[in-house]
Structure formats: C-alpha cells, structure tokens
C-alpha cells in the first residue's frame, strides 16, 4: 500500500509506502529535504503536516510514516538527481590517535572502486549487530579511493568504545554512502563561515581541502571550537592554512587553558561578535545539536537568510554514542 504526499503551497506530490518515512519517500522521488541524524534528534528536517482540520503541525519528516494521504509543508524542498548509495567493505589502512579521545580512521576501498560524494557528506557504518553508526567523511571528494573518518570516544560507545579497540589494520568495514544534505553549495559568491565543534572539524577539513583543490576564490573563515586546546585536534592543520591564505583561522576555547590567549567562550558567540550582521554571508555549523541549533536562531536574528544556514548536528546513538 502506499500514500500520496503532497507539498503544500506546490505542484509536488510523490507516492510514500506503508511503513516509509517521508523523508525517505521524497529522496526515493528525487527530492531533497533538509536532513542530519535521521534519528529524530537533531530537529533538521522538521517542517510541517496539515492535520484533519487543515492545521499544519510541527512533524520531524525522518519520523513521520502516514497512514493515509497527506499533505506535509517542509522547510526546503529541492528538485535532485536520485541518490544512488553504495555498500562497501572497507579495509582498515591506518589508525592513529589525533587526540586522547580522537582516532582517526582510514579506510581503503576495493581495488578499482571510488566512493562518490560532497564534500561535508557523511557514510554510516555497518556494525554486526545490524545497528549503524553516521560518521562524516574527512578527506576532500578527490580522494575516492578510500574515506577517512574522526571518531570520538565515547565510554560505554558500541563503536567508539568497543568495537574501535578491536580493529587492527587489514580488518574489513562494512560502510554506506553518501548520506546527507550537508555540503558545499556551489553556485553561491557570498563570503563562507565555517563553524565546527569537536569532531564536526571533520566535514569542515573536507570542505577546505575541496575548496583548495578546485581554487576557489571565496572567502572563508573558520571558527573551530573546543573545551581546551587538546580538542583542537589538528590545530596545525587549520594553521597552516590560515598561513597559506586559503582560510582564516579562529580557534574559540569555551574551557580555556591558563596559557591561552586566543578567544573564548561559545564558537557561535565569537562567529557574532566578528559579525554583527550576517546578511552577506553562507554559513556551515556542524557539531553539537546545542551549538548548531543557538547558531542558527541567532545567527538569523542576525540577518542570516534562513536558506543560507546549513548544519550537520552530530547526535548520539542510544544515548552513548555520537551519530557522527
């Protein structure tokens, strides 16, 4: 059986099957809405359902499965070439400790296969319980022959915490991708803020090597925040491209060292204080759903176009584990 869903205030309509999300039937239908966890967390892909009584209500579009036809009023709705996912098993190339509670993880694909995706993008890991965990992938869309992927410590983590300790290099993943509505717009001009805490540097490093691989030529700032200057795991990195010209660095620690000299308090706030008006100006914010949820309520207040925010907000997985 299935349901027809029609967009409000449009001439769009796509069929949905009993049991679907919407949101999986109108990427299926080849449109786009705006996603992040599909868990039902981080609130990205929430829009509005017309009840009975023609009323639109709130609804997570990740979340909602009709049971009758219906007709839905999302945020966003983009017209785009159907998603065409792949399942690899990965083979595990290097493992290194970026930070205390970061690993990085590099994957190699099969001999001849490339992964295709946008930069910002993310791909989920299979694990053998069924379950699957979102991480984002690290390295530019250039390098497709295998991902890199920055994984957190979490204690108590099924990945994280258990499964990470037992992978040795040679052992096989199995991963799914691309997945994910966060990524580079390129037909924009206006100047690019990058905001990041923790781990969701990882989206943004791939959006910077892009950008220099294809030199582009917009400007670009990057606000990476962080609890004290251990998390900022690959500050070098960041610095060195700062050095290069590519994109200003600002790193804002909301912990910080008795030896630190540089900005802090929260990532959003420093992003505010450099930028009273926001209006000109793409924004990419991609970490914890506090920070990415402050952001774009502030940074709209502050004349940021609402279509010119986009966020990627890494949530945890039964409590325990971040989503990516």
């Known amino acids: 059986m299935s349901y027809q869903i029609s967009v409000a205030a449009s001439d769009i309509s796509f069929d949905c099957n009993d049991g679907e999300s919407v949101l999986d039937a109108a990427e299926r239908a080849g449109f786009a809405l705006p996603y992040s966890c599909r868990k039902g ?18 609804a997570l579009m990740c979340c909602v499965r009709p049971a009758a036809n219906m007709t839905i009023a999302p945020r966003k709705i983009e017209k785009r070439e159907r998603i065409v996912r792949k399942k690899l098993d990965a083979s595990v190339f290097r493992i290194t400790q970026a930070a205390p509670d970061v690993t990085v993880l590099q994957l190699r694909l099969p001999i001849g296969v490339r992964a295709k995706f946008r930069a910002g993008q993310y791909l989920q890991v299979h694990l053998d319980d069924e379950t699957v965990r979102n991480y984002s992938m690290a390295n530019p869309p250039h390098q497709s022959d295998g991902v890199h992927l920055h994984v957190r410590h979490v204690p108590g983590g099924r990945f994280s915490d258990d499964a990470l300790k037992e992978l040795a290099v040679g052992a096989k993943l199995r991963i799914e991708l691309p997945y994910g509505e966060f990524f580079f717009r390129d037909e924009s001009e206006k100047p690019v803020i990058l905001v990041a805490t923790g781990t969701g540097f990882a989206p943004v490093k791939s959006i910077v090597e892009d950008a220099i691989k294809r030199k582009l030529a917009r400007p670009m700032k990057l606000y990476w925040g962080a609890r004290r200057k251990q998390d900022l795991y690959l500050a070098d990195l960041a610095r060195k491209w700062h050095d290069e010209g590519h994109v200003e660095f600002i790193p804002v620690l909301s912990d910080p060292d008795d030896d630190w000299t540089g900005r802090a308090g ?13 209006d000109e100006h ?20 502050a004349g940021l176009p609402e279509d010119e925010f986009f966020c990627d907000a890494f949530v945890q997985t039964n409590a325990l584990e971040p989503a990516a």
């Open 41 to 58: 967390v981080c609130s990205e892909c929430q829009g509005g359902v017309m009840n009975a009584q023609g009323v639109i209500e709130k």
């Open 266 to 278: 929260p990532v959003h706030r420093a992003v505010l204080a450099d930028h009273p008006s926001l």
């Open 282 to 301: 793409q924004v990419y914010a991609c970490g914890s759903p506090a920070m990415t949820s402050a952001a774009r309520d502030e940074f709209t207040q």
